[in-house]
């Protein structure tokens, strides 16, 4: 795929399913109306207002490392034609899905909605469950000792205190 095929493809995904997934979803649930601080704490609309800024970071510079990098999209009908492993990457081997959970758990705190909370569970599970049974298998058949040597270095949820580094 051509770095212009793979941007214009890129943008149309992120508009089409994290925009959907993290902004319409939470609003139509939530009507983005404050409820009750979490805790009866009002500094956690502060953590849940931090977690949205951090998820909508790492969502743009994910996709934009899987469209200039990869050369492909998030999408399954349009996968990059190379492992990206920059970036949140050598962190987390699940930069985008993070971002996605982040955002709404954010929202869920800043608004103080445990529907918010619920939602953002069912679609870390709904992701959990994509990854398993979709996305690593793919990924090894198509990347072999690359990906396998990513996936042995890079924890799939919970991010790498120091980077990662390729040898």
């Not at 999209?73 to 050598?90: D, E, F, K, N, S």
Request: hydrophobic fraction near 55%.
């Amino acid at each position: 795929m051509r770095r212009a095929a793979a941007v214009i493809g890129t943008a149309i995904f992120f508009v089409f399913v994290p925009c959907v997934l993290a902004g319409v979803v939470p609003w139509w649930i939530s009507r983005w109306e404050f409820q009750l601080s979490f805790l009866g704490v009002e500094l956690t609309r502060f953590v849940g207002a931090a977690l949205i800024l951090a998820g909508v970071a790492g969502l743009v510079d994910s996709f934009v490392r899987f469209a200039l990098q990869g050369l492909g999209t998030p999408a399954p009908i349009a996968p990059p034609q190379h492992l990206v492993v920059t970036g949140l990457y050598r962190y987390v081997r699940n930069p985008m899905y993070v971002a996605v959970v982040a955002v709404i758990l954010g929202q869920a705190i800043l608004f103080g909605d445990w529907r918010l909370m619920t939602y953002g569970g069912l679609m870390w599970l709904a992701f959990h469950a994509f990854v398993l049974t979709y996305e690593e298998p793919v990924l090894a058949q198509k990347f072999g000792a690359q990906y396998e040597d990513f996936r042995a270095n890079v924890p799939r949820w919970i991010p790498r205190l120091s980077p990662w580094r390729t040898a």
